[in-house]
């Protein structure tokens, strides 16, 4: 099971607890829209701003979060990828 939330109103004007919510939720703008999975605390989060979300269960797995190396560490691992090839020729 997935729930997918949707941002609904604009959230200016809103307490700084609430906005670090939205912004917990993955949702940057108005209209934003994101697949999460179904967890006690997502959806206490989104009862939190249950004002300026729209949100709905749907059926199969939200998408897992990827991790991304930080910059300078893929830079890093494709000069060392540079070089190997470099060394080979």
């Known amino acids: 099971m997935a729930l997918k939330v949707k941002l609904t109103k604009s959230f200016s004007g ?3 607890d609430q906005i670090a919510t939205i912004r917990s939720l993955g949702l940057k703008k108005f209209g934003d829209e994101r697949l999460l999975q179904d967890t006690p605390a ?4 989104v009862n939190k701003v249950r004002h300026l979300v729209t949100s709905e269960t749907v059926q199969g797995d939200a998408p897992k ?3 991304r190396k930080p910059r300078k560490i893929r830079a890093r691992d ?3 990828a540079r070089n190997a090839q470099a060394a080979k020729a």
Do not use: D, L
């Open 14 to 16: 809103s307490s700084e």
């Open 42 to 45: 997502v959806r206490g989060m």
């Open 65 to 67: 979060p990827s991790r």
């Open 78 to 80: 494709a000069a060392r």
